[in-house]
T-cell receptor, first 108, second 116 residues
Framework: AQRVTQPEKLLSVFKGAPVELKCNYSYSGSPELFWYVQYSRQRLQLLLRHISRESIKGFTADLNKGETSFHLKKPFAQEEDSAMYYCALKTGANNLFFGTGTRLTVIP | EAGVAQSPRYKIIEKRQSVAFWCNPISGHATLYWYQQILGQGPKLLIQFQNNGVVDDSQLPKDRFSAERLKGVDSTLKIQPAKLEDSAVYLC??????????????FGPGTRLTVL
């Protein structure tokens, strides 16, 4: 069985401060992790995937198999980063298992 | 490129009534997903289609939920009869055909169902 844990339901940071959204997973197979984001009044959309190893909108996430984590980081938060963020794990059935999400608020 | 379309956007019904949701995926996307998102939770996969075949319906409560994608394009999700705990947002997503690698899923706006 798989599990994705996002321990923070709510996270507030000031504009310009670093932000880290935590994600831990449990999975017996080779993990493939994703971050999806939902901005206010918009659709859920892919932010980044670990196999791409790229920075999107200043965000990065590194898969740490030893700590079974895939934390999302950005060095300087912007107001437009305020959104709901979901960590997701690819399952053996080739679909996604989502965490419960973290609502990020960037305070001006 | 048009995105995933869903209708209706909102639906209010009484328990024990029936309801149906419709989804039209992005043109050319062979894989279609239905998710249930209960307030305060992440999306939970109900069913995955590849063309008109079911790939995974292990989380679908088959005693009351059904879904079809007869021509391999648009899809309908039905609940009959509805229970209070079915109140949720129902999301449809589509992606290019899955062959090993999990392709990006594109989500629709969702249908918010309230069961009274």
């Amino acid at each position: 069985a798989q599990r994705v844990t996002q321990p923070e339901k709510l996270l507030s940071v000031f504009k310009g401060a670093p932000v880290e959204l935590k994600c831990n997973y449990s999975y017996s197979g080779s993990p493939e992790l994703f971050w999806y984001v939902q901005y206010s009044r918009q659709r859920l959309q892919l932010l980044l995937r670990h196999i791409s190893r790229e920075s999107i909108k200043g965000f990065t996430a590194d898969l740490n198999k030893g700590e079974t984590s895939f934390h999302l980081k950005k060095p300087f938060a912007q107001e437009e980063d305020s959104a709901m963020y979901y960590c997701a794990l690819k399952t053996g059935a080739n679909n996604l298992f989502f965490g419960t999400g973290t609502r990020l608020t960037v305070i001006p | 490129e048009a995105g995933v379309a869903q209708s209706p956007r909102y639906k209010i019904i009484e328990k024990r009534q029936s309801v149906a949701f419709w989804c039209n995926p992005i043109s050319g996307h062979a894989t279609l997903y239905w998710y249930q998102q209960i307030l305060g939770q992440g999306p939970k996969l109900l069913i995955q289609f590849q063309n008109n075949g079911v790939v995974d319906d292990s989380q679908l409560p088959k005693d009351r939920f059904s879904a079809e994608r007869l021509k391999g394009v648009d899809s309908t999700l039905k609940i009959q009869p509805a229970k209070l705990e079915d109140s949720a947002v129902y999301l449809c997503a589509s992606s290019q055909i899955q062959q090993g690698r999990l392709n990006e899923q594109f989500f629709g706006p969702g249908t918010r169902l309230t069961v009274l």
